[in-house]
């Protein structure tokens, strides 16, 4: 009807009108039409020969609407234009290819001045009025007063991130003229645009990315503020400012592919596209400030150059007080940034973000909150990429990007796979909400900060890279978040020939950039790469030839026989005991035992340096019946949440201990890491019991855990032994290899 073919109206018109389903003089489109069960064989034996009947979804709604308006069509009720007022079905196979027109505004006249000494002409925000600038969330709220009417109970536009196709324009707002920033300039949600690398890469992608799409009247017009904050970054002079670079380089017409015109915004105003917007109800112009100032306050000592990572052992010290009095005194006195996070990340654990802390004296309240603002306000003019991700963890900050970034990887048809769990729920098939991302990070990411930061982080770097390098992501369906971060963390470890959480603590020292280009080349060898932590997880051995790997601790079975105990009841009793933390008398003899017999033990989250028990230094310093070595193994239990997890890693402590103690002369020289060893020791049960489902374990791994907990503990003992006993012919194997090359 659009294309005015008469024919194909017809032919349409007759096919449609034998389908309908009358009822009460209307004709109906069902969903399907279908031949009943007892006709098939009949069906079968001459094809097309039985009836067809409607299925009772009638009518099919989005059908029944389209056929409705071809029939208003038809009947010339409506036009095409009325449909499309835009005109869009006239423009199909068109491609507009405007320049880009770039207005560059000064944040004041000190920065303007030196700009203008490197060549760049800039204009204040006093040289363009009466023209307004706004961040792009102004305009989010803008358009949310569009269609609002209390009276009819209508809401208006829900507030969502607009992007630069729509913030690249200028707007009359009650006749008022009015320009918007882009939204990814917006440094208060996260800390990505304090990479200079990151911010000149976002600037170049937007350019290009409204290059491409751009299809209104009129010239796309992108308003970019420049402040100091900007051409500090990187602790570069102005003169040598990768920013500046791009901004010379807009000058001279192009950036990369896409034809760029600089110049004085009243310029550009008069071949920019225009948008009025008139009624906005009572909303009033200036309600979202211009700009970011982070919160430099003084509350903290600081003395830059003079502060320092904390040893493991004042980080342990630290995480384990309790003593409020003690914690703020420290606080009060600390002049390292490194120790004031540690601090405020107890502090926030005992007492909550808004905890006043006493800082601001009798008239002024300073919470946790606070000063965690003023932490993360300092790193960020540092550059001190750890203490910036672990503050911006801790204050749950998002990057207002992130529901872009996953819609990115979606509709390039990827899954998601958030934190470390692999069950269905950590799955993200469909476009989602910002918040609900967020949830659902927060949700399987565990209580690690860090951990909640890095997986937007790899989101967005994510959506980056498949949009300039599709063919990294050949073979790989689901994005596994969490196995990425490992692999990342791994692949440093290897490079730097250290244990795994000091990987991951000099992984968060990467800028954004590096980390992003570290992503690019796991994506590329990620095959090789795979392999690898498989080699890495593996256990090297001084040992008798022959080990006896058949033990299992004595009275290791709680219930009686007479109980019958069923999977359910060994779940039940995993999650009661862990819950209250029913800890065997012999216990810590036995983590003593493992002690003796490895380079150490690792319980709980293997990328947190403080679970780490190095036995030199605890064999040195405490004796097996101790209070303090037996707080210390209580405090690494307690940090893991799930009750019934542990338990497991009790019990398998409890199992090693009594493999070393049947073999004496076993001596491991890595760290055995609770984590990879249960793991492995679930997999080797699934498959065990279920040897059918060899080839698809990643997708049964939620399964395969559940059944673990359901397993009596002698057979858990066992799968135990057995994950230790395949890690070690692992690494056996890898030292076969290398003895060959």
């Known amino acids: 009807m659009f294309a005015g073919d008469s024919d194909q109206i017809r032919f349409y018109q007759d096919r449609l009108a034998t389908l309908a389903v009358d009822h009460h003089g209307v004709g109906l489109l069902p969903e399907l039409y279908y031949v009943p069960t007892e006709k098939l064989d009949l069906e079968r034996e001459k094809p097309g020969s039985q009836t067809r009947l409607p299925n009772d979804n009638v009518p099919l709604v989005w059908a029944q609407s389209l056929y409705i308006l071809g029939q208003l069509l ?6 095409p234009g009325d449909l499309d007022p835009l005109g869009r079905h006239l423009k199909i196979g068109e491609q507009r290819y405007p320049a880009v027109q770039i207005a560059l505004l000064a944040e004041d006249k000190a920065l303007q001045a030196e700009l203008n000494t490197c060549g760049l002409p800039t204009q204040t925000l006093e040289e363009i009025d009466p023209v307004q600038v706004f961040p792009a969330a102004e305009l989010s709220a803008i358009y949310a007063e569009i269609g609002k009417n209390p009276a009819l109970g209508l809401s208006g536009r829900p507030i969502r991130r607009l992007r630069s196709l729509t913030t690249s324009r200028v707007f009359r707002i009650k006749g008022d003229a009015v320009v918007f920033l882009p939204s990814f300039l917006d440094q208060q949600q996260f800390y990505l645009t304090l990479d200079y690398h990151f911010l000149v890469a976002q600037i170049r992608s937007e350019l290009a990315y409204i290059y491409d799409h751009w ?9 970019l503020m420049l402040t100091h904050t900007m051409f500090q970054l990187g602790h570069k002079p102005i003169h040598q400012s990768p920013l500046l670079a791009l901004m010379q380089e807009l000058l001279s017409g192009r950036c990369d592919h896409v034809p760029v015109k600089v110049g004085p915004l009243h310029q550009l105003m008069m071949t920019a596209t225009l948008e009025r917007v008139d009624n906005v109800n009572s909303y009033q112009l200036g309600s979202t400030s211009l700009g970011y100032n982070p919160p430099w306050t003084a509350y903290l000592g600081f003395e830059p150059g003079h502060d320092g990572p904390l040893t493991l052992l004042e980080e342990f010290d630290l995480e384990r ?9 420290q606080l009060r006195e600390s002049r390292n940034i490194y120790e004031q996070i540690e601090l405020l990340s107890t502090l926030k654990n005992l007492k909550g973000m808004t905890f006043d802390t006493g800082l601001g004296g009798p008239n002024r309240q300073v919470t946790v909150e606070n000063l965690l603002d003023e932490v993360y306000a300092k790193a960020s003019q540092l550059e ?3 203490i910036l991700r672990r503050a911006a963890g801790l204050l749950g900050k998002a990057d207002i990007t992130l529901s872009d970034a996953v819609t990115e990887l979606l509709v390039r048809q990827k899954q998601i796979s958030v934190g470390k769990s692999y069950s269905e729920a950590s799955l993200i098939t469909d476009p989602m909400a910002h918040g609900e991302i967020i949830e659902k990070v927060r949700t399987f990411c565990g209580d690690d900060g860090r951990d909640h930061v890095l997986t937007q982080e790899i989101l967005i770097d994510l959506s980056i890279l498949i949009k300039a390098e599709p063919t990294l992501f050949n073979g790989l369906l689901t994005l596994r978040v969490g196995y990425l971060l490992l692999l990342l963390t791994s692949e440093l470890a290897r490079e730097r020939d250290i244990p795994q959480d000091e990987a991951y603590g000099q992984l968060l020292g990467l800028s954004p950039f590096e980390l992003k280009t570290r992503l690019q080349k796991v994506l590329a060898g990620f095959s090789g790469l795979n392999q690898s932590i498989f080699q890495r997880e593996s256990l090297h051995v001084k040992a008798p030839a022959n080990i006896n790997w058949q033990v299992v601790p004595d009275d290791i079975e709680p219930l ?7 999977p359910q009841d060994w779940w039940r009793m995993r999650v009661i005991d862990g819950e209250i933390a029913r800890i065997p008398q012999e216990f810590y003899t036995q983590v003593w035992e493992v002690l003796q017999h490895s380079k150490g033990i690792v319980i709980g989250n293997k990328f947190d340096r403080k679970n780490r028990l190095d036995s030199d230094r605890i064999l040195s310093e405490m004796t097996p019946g101790e209070q303090n070595f037996e707080r210390r193994i209580t405090h690494l239990l307690s940090k893991i949440q799930a009750p019934e997890y542990r338990h497991v890693n009790l019990e398998a402590l ?10 004496p002369g076993l001596y491991f020289e890595d760290y055995i890491y609770l984590d990879v060893l249960i793991g492995h020791a679930v997999r080797l049960g699934w498959l065990d019991q279920q040897p059918q489902r060899s080839q698809t374990y990643e997708h049964d791994k939620a399964t395969a855990w559940q059944s673990f907990y359901q397993l009596p503990p002698t057979q858990c003992a066992t799968y135990i032994a057995m994950a230790l006993q395949f890690l070690t012919v692992l690494g056996e194997a890898e030292a076969e290899l290398e003895e060959v090359a």
């Open 654 to 663: 409890r199992e090693l201990g009594e493999i070393f103690a049947v073999n």
């Open 384 to 386: 001190q990429w750890d």
């Open 215 to 223: 299809r209104e009247p009129g010239r796309p017009t992108v308003t």
């Open 74 to 79: 038809q009947d010339g009720l409506l036009k």
């Open 321 to 329: 007080e309790t003593n409020l009095d003690h914690l703020l005194t």
């Open 560 to 566: 009686p026989e007479a109980a019958a105990p069923t």
